[in-house]
C-alpha cells in the first residue's frame, strides 16, 4: 500500500514518512518535486522566503546549495536557523520543517559542486547573488569571462558557494481533508535519538 493510501499518522518515523511522500510527488507533480521553501529573518527580524531545490536527505537533515554571500546565505550564517516548506499541490499535502542550519562538510559541498553541469558551475563564478545588477549583459559579460578564464579545464568551487543543512527540531506532515479538516502530525526528537510524535488540530 502505498503513502497515498495508507494512514500516514501511524508511521512513526519522520524521515522514512518523508521518502515516501517525496516518492509520491516524484511520479505526480510537473516540475521540480523537491522544490521548498526556505524561510530566514533579517537582522531587524523581517522574514525573508524564496524557492530552493532539495539537493540531499538523511537522519542528519536537509541539505541545499546557495551562494554564501547572498541575502540567504547571510542570514542563515547570522542566526543558525532556517525554515522549510514542502509543497505539492497534485497531492494536496505539505510538509514543514523548522531547525538549526550549519554548512556541510568542504569534501560534500565539493562532490555536489562537481555533479553540476557546467554552464551551472561558470554561472556560480559570475553570479554576484542578491546584489544590484546593472543590466542582463553585463551579467552574460561575467558568464563568458569565466567561461573563457576556465576553458576546458576543470572549475573549482568558488569558497562562497557551499551546502546548508537544516537540523530538524520539528516536521510536520500536513494532507488535505474534507470539511478543511486537514490531518496534521507533528515529529519532534525525544532526546534519546527517537522520535516524538503529536497529532495537531487543522
Known amino acids: 500500500?502505498?503513502?497515498?493510501?495508507?494512514?500516514?499518522?501511524?508511521?512513526?518515523e519522520p524521515y522514512k514518512l518523508f521518502a515516501a511522500w517525496l516518492k509520491d510527488a516524484e511520479r505526480s507533480e510537473p516540475n521540480d518535486p523537491n522544490a521548498m521553501t526556505v524561510a530566514t529573518v533579517d537582522p531587524d527580524g523581517l522574514p525573508n522566503a524564496r524557492m530552493v531545490l532539495l539537493k540531499a536527505y538523511d537522519p542528519r537533515g536537509f541539505v541545499f546549495y546557495t551562494n554564501f554571500e547572498s541575502q540567504k546565505g547571510q542570514e542563515i550564517l547570522a542566526s543558525g536557523k532556517a525554515a522549510l516548506l514542502f509543497h505539492w499541490k497534485s497531492l494536496k499535502r505539505q510538509v514543514?520543517?523548522?531547525?538549526?542550519?550549519?554548512?556541510?562538510?568542504?569534501?560534500?559541498?565539493?562532490?555536489?559542486?562537481?555533479?553540476?553541469?557546467?554552464?551551472?558551475?561558470?554561472?556560480?563564478?559570475?553570479?554576484k547573488q542578491s546584489r544590484p545588477l546593472e543590466s542582463r549583459f553585463a551579467l552574460e559579460?561575467?558568464?563568458?569571462?569565466?567561461?573563457l578564464k576556465f576553458g576546458i579545464s576543470e572549475i573549482?568551487?568558488?569558497?562562497?558557494?557551499?551546502?546548508?543543512?537544516?537540523?530538524?527540531?520539528s516536521i510536520e506532515f500536513w494532507k488535505d481533508g474534507m470539511f478543511r479538516l486537514h490531518d496534521r502530525i507533528r515529529f519532534e526528537p525525544d532526546g534519546m535519538g527517537s522520535w516524538s510524535k503529536s497529532r495537531l488540530y487543522p
Open 141 to 147: 559579460k561575467a558568464v563568458a569571462e569565466y567561461g
Open 96 to 127: 514543514r520543517v523548522r531547525g538549526t542550519v550549519t554548512p556541510v562538510a568542504k569534501e560534500e559541498a565539493d562532490a555536489y559542486y562537481a555533479s553540476r553541469d557546467r554552464g551551472s558551475r561558470i554561472g556560480a563564478w559570475a553570479s
Open 1 to 12: 500500500m502505498s503513502e497515498t493510501e495508507a494512514d500516514f499518522t501511524q508511521e512513526s
Open 156 to 169: 573549482p568551487r568558488p569558497d562562497y558557494w557551499s551546502g546548508f543543512r537544516v537540523a530538524p527540531q
